[in-house]
């Protein structure tokens, strides 16, 4: 861990961690983009998980749903745990693109999920949360027939103005933003470091190399090796 790095740490007092789907490969959730990922391997990926699909053929939204975005078994792994409690010590904030709901499991107390998550799934017809359990075996509502979907931002739908407030107020606030497993590719999200404190410091931790409109340093390698040996 080189020295300057942790003493950022060490020294800030408002952390914001934007992170995407490399966060979770280390706990056997696959990513999106990568050459392995679930984009790459379903070139209708896309499609199959957006808000069209789901009316037009709900029945295909749910399959492909249970067959690629539920994983479990996933356990949060050290990057989550880190993040995590340094969120317990009131200072930091997770806002992800992740869907995966490892977070919650590892009790991050501050965290925004931008693109929604799997672990609430509700009724379109009468808007009741059920268990995911529910959701797994059926597609519909046992009470009233309504078909059930998980509360995530399908494409072609707006993201959450809450989950955006609360964004931007975290960023404005934050001495020190950290990018970690996000190629900072996807619209809105990548559009938050407009809106961060001009004084922060922001760090960017990805296998590739980042392309950031903004003055950043880049450590190029694995996340899981960097929190391991990070001390908070």
Do not use: W
Not at 125 to 134: E, F, G, L, R, S
Request: aromatic fraction near 10%.
């Amino acid at each position: 861990m080189d020295a300057q790095i942790q003493a950022a740490f060490d020294a800030a007092q408002q952390i914001v961690f934007l992170t995407g789907a490399g966060v979770s490969t280390a706990s056997g959730i696959p990513d999106f983009r990568s050459a392995n990922g679930l984009y790459t391997k379903n070139r209708n990926a896309e499609y199959y998980l957006s808000h069209r699909y789901f009316a037009s053929d709900p029945a295909g939204f749910y399959q492909f749903c249970k067959d690629n975005l539920y994983f479990p078994a996933a356990q949060p792994n050290v990057i989550h745990q880190k993040q995590a409690a340094l969120t317990q010590q009131d200072r930091a904030v997770v806002i992800t693109q992740n869907i995966d709901g490892l977070y919650e499991k590892a009790q991050t107390k501050h965290l925004v999920n931008f693109h929604g998550t799997l672990e609430r799934v509700y009724c379109e017809k009468c808007h009741q949360t059920v268990p995911v359990a529910d959701y797994l075996h059926s597609r519909l509502h046992a009470a009233d027939g309504g078909a059930l979907r998980p509360d995530i931002v399908l494409y072609d739908e707006a993201i959450p103005e809450a989950a955006l407030q609360q964004s931007l107020a975290a960023l404005q606030a934050a001495d020190l933003v950290v990018i970690v497993g996000t190629s900072m590719q996807v619209y809105p999200f990548s559009g938050l470091l407009n809106y961060a404190n001009p004084a922060a410091q922001i760090l960017a931790i990805n296998q590739e190399p980042l392309h950031l409109p903004v003055d950043f340093t880049m450590l190029t390698g694995d996340a899981v090796a960097f929190f391991a040996e990070l001390k908070i």
